[in-house]
């Protein structure tokens, strides 16, 4: 294939994703209630979490403000957490990935005190080798009054993380000046890689706050902690979003070792199944992909992020939405709001 030749299908490929971002956009926005909210839904957290960054990334300022405005009035809690009379929905049980969306978004928006107050809280929700938690280990962290019922603690393995919820955190503390805590975070991911016994065999993706990498498991539930290789549809998400936030905190600190794993976890997808660039759960992988590109210039990173980019592409539905035939309306703009976000990112990298 010649140089004018990739050159063009590298174009129309970057145009495609652009229509589709602006497609899911245009979907979100027509949403939207007049007083903010997305209509047609229970309004919990579940919900709206990844919307405000959505708006962001297709430069709807305006409705992203408005969203983050009913937020304020009807989700923030006092103790800088979301919930509300709505409550957190199926994000009940996940201390901090629904938070880290919200701060990065707010932040990218504008809404620096409604960053600021949440990062505070989402500080709280860490443990002491730097991982942010998926559910608490602790009854009374945070408090049910506070959250209106959605305590965090009735997850599979209390007192855990894994890589989506300690990057997303991560990508949050950056986006709010959190150095410190986001190369703590860094770190954990980093042992994570290292402690993996074989990559050919897949990706252990939780740790535990005090056992380290969980690899002791039922088999019956093994997806639910490693992604297997050559098995389909599996969380190809976890090593996309680790690289994404690994690859930013390299630009911040110039710390090789961050770049390197960042590209270790990305270079682990060549043993998993022929789906892995291909399915909903595949998004990650695209951001991830563009970032360590724009950073290497290796063209292995821009295919993989031009991959997921089509493969999102071809999975958008008639009205510009994602998972539409889900019967769900929270989680369609959920995943809505997800892809207009990471589509933003992978078109950046398709130049």
């Known amino acids: 294939m010649t140089a004018t ?16 971002r602006d497609r899911g956009a245009q979907w979100l926005l027509e949403q939207q209630r007049s ?7 229970d309004n919990t957290l579940a919900t ?3 919307s405000p960054l959505a708006f962001s990334s297709a430069g709807e300022g305006a409705a992203g403000k ?16 979301f919930a509300g009379a709505d409550g957190r929905g199926t994000q009940a049980h996940n201390a901090t990935y629904a938070n880290a969306w919200l701060i990065v978004g707010a932040q990218r928006l504008g ?3 409604l960053a600021h107050r949440a990062v505070e809280r989402l500080l709280e929700l860490r443990f002491d080798g730097g991982g942010f938690y998926r559910v608490t280990p602790d009854q009374s962290v945070p408090s049910p009054s506070e959250q209106d019922g959605g305590v965090y603690t009735s997850g599979l393995v209390p007192g855990t993380t894994d890589l989506l919820c300690t990057s997303m955190s991560g990508h949050a ?4 000046g959190r150095l410190r805590e986001a190369q703590m975070a860094g770190d954990l991911l980093c042992r994570m890689w290292e402690a993996q016994p074989s990559v050919s065999n897949g990706v252990y993706f939780q740790w535990h706050d005090h056992d380290g990498l969980v690899t002791d498991f039922s088999e019956d ?8 290789a050559n098995a389909t549809k599996q969380k190809y998400f976890q090593v996309g979003i680790a690289a994404s936030f690994l690859a930013k905190l390299y630009e911040v600190t110039g710390n090789d070792k961050y770049l390197q794993v960042a590209c270790g976890y990305l270079d682990a997808i060549e043993f998993f199944a022929e789906d892995r660039f291909s399915t909903p759960q595949s998004g990650k992988v695209g951001w991830g ?3 360590v590109y724009r950073i290497t210039g290796d063209s292995k990173y821009q295919d993989i992020a031009r991959a997921v980019g089509e493969s999102l592409v071809t999975l958008q539905g008639a009205t510009g939405s994602w998972v539409e035939d889900s019967q769900d309306m929270s989680r369609q703009i959920e995943v809505t709001s997800e892809f207009v976000a990471l589509l933003n990112e992978i078109e950046d990298a398709l130049r």
């Open 66 to 81: 408005q969203l983050l405005s009913w937020v304020r009035e009807n989700a923030l809690t006092s103790i800088g957490d």
């Open 48 to 50: 709206y979490f990844k």
């Open 289 to 291: 992909a563009a970032y």
């Open 111 to 113: 809404d620096y005190d």
């Open 5 to 20: 030749h990739e050159s063009t299908q590298l174009k129309e490929s970057r145009s495609q994703v652009r229509r589709a």
């Open 173 to 176: 503390c950056l986006a709010t």
């Open 221 to 228: 539930v093994a997806d639910a902690f490693m992604i297997i």
């Open 35 to 41: 007083d903010g909210a997305l209509k047609d839904t």
